[in-house]
């Protein structure tokens, strides 16, 4: 089973063109000025387990963090199996620089399922926001949700939803 787990100031954004590829280029020649708000951390285990972190950037307590994960699972070219969760991890209170776990993936059971991750966030400055993934073959990788421009991340799709 899952469960819960906060880090406090473990990851460190680092723009694309900061960034060096294998062959030790820059990963992007685009200057990114932006700054990411709210962003995807996806950290490799030993035990073939991937934990996924939501690393909260936007300098205020976000009240409320849900996730639940979504996706498919194909048997053959006919037939697909939907793979939808509620939510599996629920905090309060996430603290600025606070990273929280909303998914985690096993690499050999995971591996030829398409998968996204669905949160539903609370907070005074973005109000009742939902935000969803792309689904990605093995799951989510490390990605932008929000922009500090409050434009949404490139695999990401921001909206309001109302909690009652």
Request: aromatic residues 8%; without cysteine; glycine residues 10%.
């Amino acid at each position: 089973m899952s469960k819960q787990k906060r880090v406090k100031d473990q990851f460190k954004w680092t723009p694309p063109h900061e960034q060096k590829g294998r062959f030790g280029f820059p990963l992007s020649d685009k200057v990114e000025e932006r700054k990411p708000l709210l962003w995807l951390v996806r950290t490799s285990a030993e035990n073939m387990v991937d934990d996924v972190f939501l690393v909260n950037l936007t300098g205020e307590i976000l009240d409320m963090v849900a996730a639940g994960n979504t996706g498919f699972q194909s048997i053959d070219d006919d037939e697909q199996i939907n793979l939808i969760s509620g939510s599996r991890f629920v905090y309060e209170n996430v603290e600025p620089n606070e990273a929280v776990k909303v998914e985690e993936y096993d690499g050999i059971l995971d591996y030829d399922s398409m998968l996204g991750i669905t949160l539903y966030i609370k907070s005074k400055k973005l109000g009742n926001i939902q935000i969803g993934t792309d689904v990605d073959k093995g799951g989510v990788k490390s990605m932008v949700l929000l922009w500090d421009t409050g434009e949404s991340g490139k695999k990401a799709g921001v909206s309001e939803w109302d909690d009652d």
